[in-house]
């Protein structure tokens, strides 16, 4: 048991070590995050909870490689990405990370299947294969009736589903989520959850939610409570997954 | 990302946006024609300018003149041009070849028409070759027969000797039928006057007057009775049949037009006055004629006047097209407005595709596209539009009128040239995407962070 705990330490996927990230205002200094420190294993679907202005978007968007950390230490699948160019951060997220927003943004101009065969395009998938993938993800999604809808013909709960279906198609180790219902109704909110936990735990990949509400994070199984950039606690549970979906 | 999808994309953004693509593209236009159609306007006036010179004479030959009259005093031999000269001349580099120019002035007479005066020139077949023949066939060429080729306008010195009309008083070329009938030629003027005038030669006895000669009409120069070019008012034949005939008529006498020595003989060679000699190539002309110069000849070309001509032309042509460049100018602002307008509208849309993991070269690649798309429509279109202004300028008649007032030029004065018109094309999308450049780079360094942020 002891040895199994040490492999599963040995092989985090993402590990953070002592990250700051300082904004200057005028003479002052505001600390974002103030030294935190966690790794996730593969796998895991995590979320991070704080409230408003605790730093867990500056988190979120730092892993992401989105933002610089003023000091400290993100490796991702072994590698440092507080040293990538932006270039290299680019071709990063490319290749292992998906992303889905708060407020979807997709392309206006694009219909649902070619929203979500967006990112392999970037990758230089052709267009008959990508599309072909495109489909069998709004189908996982359960937008089959959807697919040739454009963005602003459906709703606020099929527009995600479009975004977590664009996030998937590429295969990432890791998806980020950023607030990912927080305009969506309660029940809505629901099943994207349970959908988004039900296929990253059959697909073994890592899934970080950035929310604000509790009760959202309780379906993670590990909750990083951040507030003023410290890591308040982190909690840890265990879903069955639910048959009823 | 492949080119195509990029291609793709770029294509469906400007098809969002078909009004303000379609105004973008139409400074382009503008732009465009206005460029093309006045370097047309420069590219025919110049063009008309060398064909008008090109009337005058060929711009790779050099005349060579040597005054038989005013050589230098003393004891100095004279400077003639002699036979043995133009063999110099033909053995100089870049000489194609030389012509002496022999000239004899004749009488013509066929029926009641007479010419009182016709310049008949002895040439090689180098000088025969240039010039155009339009009706009948080049002169013999092989020094054995004079045979004479017409220039196309020596009709208009016929008179009718008994009612003494001529062709300026009543504006009808005279019935001589140069190709059907024979022509007398005399060659012996003097003679001939003194003979109408009853007077006496040397030894007292009553001139008799020339014999006439037969000779045969080869040919007309090409070009009708007004158009004028330079071989249109001589009579050409060869050189050495001229010069053996007249050693047969005249025997010892000084030939007209021949010098003689300071004893008062003619010379037993001939005398040319002029000459003409052909170089391979207009770059040359300038060294051959110098070489000319320095043996002690006048030499005269085109070549001068057409490099200065050259140069003025490239003048107007520049300050033309440097009008029309001003409007290109503005089309180029229009361009870069209208993609900064696109990429503020679109910040989101790109940080999305940042985020997302799209190419930073990609996303520049994407608005310089959009942009050298922009130039690409507008040249395409401007092009058909000048081609259309510049037929619509060369077929009206209040222009060609007026054209024609203008030192009586015809042809075309807009000439759009191909390489004109492909330089326009890629001017049109190099101008695109110059003035697409600084938005593209700018929507590639915009931060995705700050572009998804929720406003």
């Known amino acids: 048991m002891a040895e199994e705990a040490e492999k599963k330490k040995e092989s985090p996927i993402i590990q953070v070590k002592n990250l700051y990230k300082i904004y200057r205002v005028g003479e002052s200094k505001v600390y974002a995050l103030n030294g935190v420190d966690f790794s996730l294993r593969r796998g895991e679907f995590c979320a991070v909870v704080g409230p408003s202005g605790s730093g867990k978007s500056t988190l979120l968007n730092m892993m992401a490689g989105l933002e610089k950390p003023s000091k400290g230490e993100i490796v991702i699948a072994g590698t440092h990405i507080e040293r990538m160019t932006e270039k290299e951060l680019v071709t990063f997220r490319r290749e292992n990370v998906g992303f889905i927003f708060q407020s979807y943004n997709l392309l206006k101009t694009m219909n649902a299947v070619e929203n979500v065969a967006l990112p392999l395009s970037f990758r230089g998938v052709p267009k008959k294969e990508r599309l072909e993938m495109a489909r069998k993800y709004l189908k996982l999604v359960g937008l089959e009736k959807q697919m040739d809808h454009m963005a602003n013909e459906m709703s606020g709960g099929q527009q995600q589903r479009v975004g977590i279906a664009r996030a998937l198609v590429v295969n990432p180790r890791i998806i980020f989520a950023d607030e990912p219902t927080g305009n969506l109704d309660s029940k809505t909110t629901k099943d994207v959850l349970k959908l988004m936990r039900q296929i990253v735990r059959k697909r073994k990949q890592t899934l970080i939610m950035v929310t604000h509400d509790n009760y959202l994070a309780g379906f993670a199984d590990k909750q990083i409570h951040i507030v003023d950039g410290k890591i308040l606690k982190i909690e840890e549970q265990h879903h069955e997954d639910e048959e009823e979906l | 990302m492949r080119f195509l999808d990029l291609l793709v994309m770029s294509v469906n953004n400007l098809r969002r946006r078909k009004l303000r693509t379609a105004l973008t593209v139409l400074g382009v236009i503008v732009g465009t024609a206005s460029i093309v159609v006045m370097m047309s306007l420069g590219i025919g006036m110049s063009e008309m300018q060398m064909e008008l010179m090109e009337s005058y004479g060929s711009m790779t030959a050099i005349n060579v003149y040597c005054d038989t009259y005013s050589q230098p005093e003393g004891s100095q031999e004279p400077v003639y041009m002699t036979d043995e000269v133009i063999e110099q001349f033909r053995r100089m580099d870049y000489v194609d070849g030389v012509s002496p120019l022999l000239n004899v002035g004749v009488m013509m007479r066929q029926g009641q028409y007479t010419a009182n005066y016709v310049n008949l020139v002895g040439v090689t077949e180098d000088y025969m070759k240039q010039i155009t023949v339009g009706e009948g066939r080049y002169p013999k060429m092989d020094g054995s027969e004079v045979e004479l080729l017409f220039g196309n306008m020596v009709l208009q010195n016929f008179s009718n000797g008994k009612r003494g009309s001529s062709y300026y008083e009543t504006g009808e070329l005279p019935d001589v039928d140069l190709m059907g009938k024979p022509i007398f030629v005399i060659y012996d003027m003097d003679a001939y006057y003194q003979s109408m005038n009853g007077g006496t030669g040397a030894d007292g006895t009553a001139v008799k007057p020339p014999k006439k000669y037969l000779v045969p009409v080869a040919g007309i120069v090409a070009g009708g009775e007004n158009e004028y070019n330079q071989y249109s008012w001589e009579v050409y034949t060869d050189l050495e049949a001229l010069k053996a005939q007249l050693k047969k008529i005249f025997k010892k006498n000084p030939i007209p037009g021949q010098p003689t020595n300071k004893k008062g003989k003619p010379y037993s060679y ?88 799209c190419d930073m070269g990609n996303i520049r690649n994407m608005f310089l596209m959009e942009s050298g798309f922009i130039g690409l429509m507008g040249g395409v279109i401007g092009l058909a539009l000048s081609y259309s202004l510049s037929y619509l300028m060369n077929h009206l008649p209040a222009v060609t009128q007026m054209m024609m007032g203008m030192g009586g030029m015809d042809g075309s004065i807009s000439r759009i040239p191909p390489w004109l018109a492909g330089a326009a094309l890629i001017f049109a999308v190099v101008v695109g995407m110059v003035a697409g450049f600084f938005p593209a780079v700018k929507a590639m360094k915009l931060s995705a962070l700050s572009a998804i942020r929720n406003e």
Do not use: C, P
Not at chain 2, 310 to 330: E, H, N, P, W
Not at chain 2, 332 to 349: D, F, L, P, V
């Open chain 2, 270 to 357: 001939f005398i040319y006055s002029n000459a003409v000699v052909y170089v391979d190539s207009i770059d040359h002309v300038k060294e051959v004629q110098t070489a000319i110069s320095d043996m002690g000849f006048q030499a005269s070309s085109n070549s001068e006047w057409m490099e200065q001509n050259k140069k003025q032309s490239q003048m107007t042509q520049m300050v033309l097209g440097g009008i029309g460049a001003v409007s290109l100018f503005v089309a180029a602002i229009g361009i870069a407005n209208t993609m900064m307008m696109s990429i503020y509208e679109r910040t989101k849309e790109i940080g999305v595709m940042k985020v997302l993991g």
